[in-house]
Nanobody
Framework: QVQLVESGGGLVEAGGSLRLSCVVS????????MGWFRQAPGKGRMFVAA????????KYGDSVKGRFTISRDNAKSTVYLQMNSLKPEDTAVYYCAANHGIATTQRAYDYWGQGTQVTVSS
């Protein structure tokens, strides 16, 4: 059983930064490609970023390119999302997910965390 636990969310002013973490347990972390998605109130879950199992390849959603950075530490079974220059429209619940294959669609992911709230004030 694979478990994903996100942390690091909170309230931040526009222009500020946050770093989200997602710790994976239950299986060998390095066999999974990882992704981050977000869901704003009243909207669907949207792709944010993804990283391959060895960290050599990354993908980003258009709205976060140049501001967010995904990374991972396989020794710590953790994937990170560094979020800079935050905007009010980044407000959402952020979810990490695990998959076999780097993907941008939520249906491709097998395992999900419970989410962490990020709120950006204007």
């Amino acid at each position: 059983q694979v478990q994903l636990v996100e942390s690091g969310g909170g309230l931040v002013e526009a222009g500020g930064s946050l770093r989200l973490s997602c710790v994976v347990s239950g299986r060998t972390f390095s066999i999974y490609d990882m992704g981050w998605f977000r869901q704003a109130p009243g909207k669907g879950r949207m792709f944010v970023a993804a990283i391959s199992r060895n960290g050599g390849a990354t993908k980003y959603g258009d709205s976060v390119k140049g501001r967010f950075t995904i990374s991972r530490d396989n020794a710590k079974s953790t994937v990170y999302l560094q979020m800079n220059s935050l905007k009010p429209e980044d407000t959402a619940v952020y979810y990490c997910a695990a998959n076999h294959g780097i993907a941008t669609t939520q249906r491709a992911y097998d395992y999900w965390g419970q989410g962490t709230q990020v709120t950006v004030s204007s």
